[in-house]
């Protein structure tokens, strides 16, 4: 069912405050993983409602680069391969379907990746080598000369200037995919209340009755947190082992003439991801801060000088923005999408680390069949909730 009826808030004056009742489902959290869930749970035709602190679609869905994949896919263990893998398989029709239905383009585009030495990490591959990865997982990697892909890049080593070549890999300008996800969320009927921030819980009987904000409470039928690195805040002492936690990345705008770099490369951790019209991302750092969203001079010069050797067209004159965004971190980059070990209408669907934008449709996915009783496409037992 594409447009469930509009939700309609009644309210409630009760001995605890105002009550907004109705939702199937009450999602916490507008990033990529709150929106898609609540686009996807919409199409299924429940009824969703969604509470976002600020504004949607402005923490770490924001700042990402939109790659779409682990930057060495074979050095990740089978449920992120798996998730990534099938979330590629469902984003080009959802694409489609955004353009059309928002007018907003996402500028999805198969640009491919160009892995450069050191291949070091690619010989150290963890889960079975690269070669083998990519025959057992049919992902296209070739050897390369460099100027045959990305004529522009200037190194050193080797000397026969070799490179890995990864053709399927794709990108998305995360921004632009958020706005239009908001809108077809709204277009749904999907309610989206912003400055909106969940405090705490009202739970019986092991069940959730509503959900605290500062704004009054709210109640539905299920409760999804995707609230990105505040996910383990937000559930508090219903958290349990949970491990989820904030990780600082770094990241610099440049703007050149559109055409300099046509796909994106890679350099050890160091990327650069170009844009259609000639804007041009460098990142990223992976630093342990905490909740600390600042940006920091030292990070700015060590992305600079990795930018200028590889591609010395970017200069400091180029360079047009700097941000920082905080990464839900997990171990081994495994996201939980599962139900509460305990209470028995609360989800979650976070954890997503590195790959967030890249895994978001399969999540939704999952989580929805979850939500609505129906069958899962494939063993989800990994992305279960520690207890
Ligand atoms: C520099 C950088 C580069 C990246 N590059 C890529 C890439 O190329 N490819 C890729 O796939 N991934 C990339 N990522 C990772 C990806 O961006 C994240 O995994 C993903 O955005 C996580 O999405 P999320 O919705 O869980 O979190 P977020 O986008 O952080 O959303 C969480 C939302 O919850 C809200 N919230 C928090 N607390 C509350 C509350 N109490 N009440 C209500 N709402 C609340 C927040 O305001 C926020 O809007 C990158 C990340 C960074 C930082």
Same mark, same amino acid.
């Given at each position: ?17 105002? @009550? ?12 990529? @993983? ?114 045959? @892909?990305?004529?522009?890049? @200037? ?110 490369? +890679? ?35 060590? +992305? ?84």
């Amino acid at each position: 069912m594409r447009n469930p009826s509009p939700l309609t808030w009644s309210r409630r004056c009760t001995t605890r405050g105002i @009550i907004f009742l109705a939702a199937d489902v009450v999602v916490i959290g507008g990033g990529i @993983i709150g929106l898609t869930s609540a686009h996807e749970l919409l199409r299924r035709g429940a009824r969703v409602s969604l509470l976002e602190r600020n504004c949607c679609g402005k923490e770490a869905s924001w700042a990402g680069g939109g790659i779409l994949s682990p930057l060495l896919p074979w050095n990740y263990p089978e449920p992120v391969t798996q998730l990534t893998q099938f979330s590629n398989r469902l984003l080009p029709g959802l694409i489609e379907i955004l353009r059309q239905e928002t007018g907003v383009d996402p500028e999805y585009q198969a640009c491919g990746m160009l892995v450069l030495p050191n291949l070091k990490n690619v010989q150290s591959a963890q889960y079975g080598g690269a070669e083998a990865w990519c025959a057992r997982n049919a992902f296209s990697m070739k050897k390369v000369r460099v100027e045959e @892909i990305a004529p522009r890049l @200037i190194f050193d080593e080797p000397a026969d200037k070799s490179a890995l070549w990864l053709s399927s890999v794709a990108q998305v300008r995360s921004p632009r995919l958020l706005q239009a996800l908001k809108r077809s969320v709204e277009l749904s009927g999907g309610v989206i209340m912003e400055h909106t921030k969940v405090t705490g819980w009202r739970l019986g009987r092991g069940r959730v009755e509503s959900v605290i904000t500062d704004r009054g409470e709210y109640t539905g039928v299920n409760y999804v947190v995707a609230a990105g690195a505040w996910s383990h805040e937000i559930l508090g002492e219903h958290a349990l082992k949970l491990d989820i936690h904030p990780v600082r990345g770094q990241m610099l705008l440049f703007k050149v003439a559109s055409g300099l770099l046509r796909t994106v490369v +890679l350099q050890n951790d160091f990327y650069l991801i170009p844009r259609q019209d000639g804007y041009i991302l460098a990142g990223s750092t992976m630093e342990e801060v905490g909740f600390d969203k600042n940006i920091t001079a030292g990070a700015r010069k060590t +992305l600079l000088e990795k930018a200028h050797k590889l591609l010395p067209s970017l200069t400091e004159k180029t360079l047009v923005s700097h941000w920082a965004g905080l990464r839900p971190g997990s171990p081994d980059n495994i996201p939980v999408i599962n139900r509460h070990p305990a209470i028995d209408n609360l989800y979650l669907n976070s954890g997503h680390y590195r790959y967030g934008v890249t895994m978001a449709l399969g999540s939704a996915h999952l989580l929805s069949n979850m939500v609505m009783n129906n069958p899962q496409p494939f063993d989800v037992t990994p992305y279960q909730w520690p207890a």
